[in-house]
């Protein structure tokens, strides 16, 4: 499963690293879209400047799935731009459309990814959490083994 879980972390960062760098320094042509509702939500995101957020946060995350820095949180926060690549590539440019693979890929290498690393967020499923000082133990059996 260890292996498996590696060659989902290349391919997502295969993606997310390249289409990050491009960007911020041209290696290929950016794909505007060829439908005109696709077209629209590029050219506005890529107005408002969002689209260098979308891109920064994709470099991000590529480059935390190979490091494995910050690896949980860079899934998470990368979970609304790979839904909105998913969208983009699919319900915009057309859903039987090559575009529409690489939307999917994208969308379920980070949904595998997540679940991979599900023991990261258990806590965040915490059905009654108190809140806590930074530096003190989680539980009463953690402040035991401190003192």
């Not at 505007?32 to 400047?49: I, M, T, V, W, Y």
């Not at 490091?67 to 969208?87: D, Q, R």
């Amino acid at each position: 499963m260890k292996h498996a879980i590696w060659w989902v972390r290349l391919i997502f960062a295969a993606w997310m690293i390249p289409a990050g760098i491009n960007h911020f320094y041209p290696l290929f042509p950016q794909p505007l879209g060829n439908q005109p509702l696709s077209r629209e939500l590029f050219l506005a995101l890529r107005d408002s400047h969002l689209f260098d957020l979308v891109k920064a946060v994709e470099l991000i995350a590529g480059l935390s799935v190979i490091t494995g820095y910050y690896l949980p949180l860079a899934l998470v926060l990368c979970m609304p731009v790979s839904f909105c690549v998913w969208y983009w590539d699919t319900a915009l440019q057309g859903w039987w459309t090559a575009s529409a693979i690489y939307g999917w890929a994208v969308l379920l290498c980070n949904l595998a990814l997540c679940l991979a690393y599900l023991d990261s967020y258990r806590s965040m499923f915490t059905l009654r959490a108190t809140p806590r000082w930074l530096g003190s133990p989680a539980t009463a059996v953690d402040a035991e083994a401190l003192s």
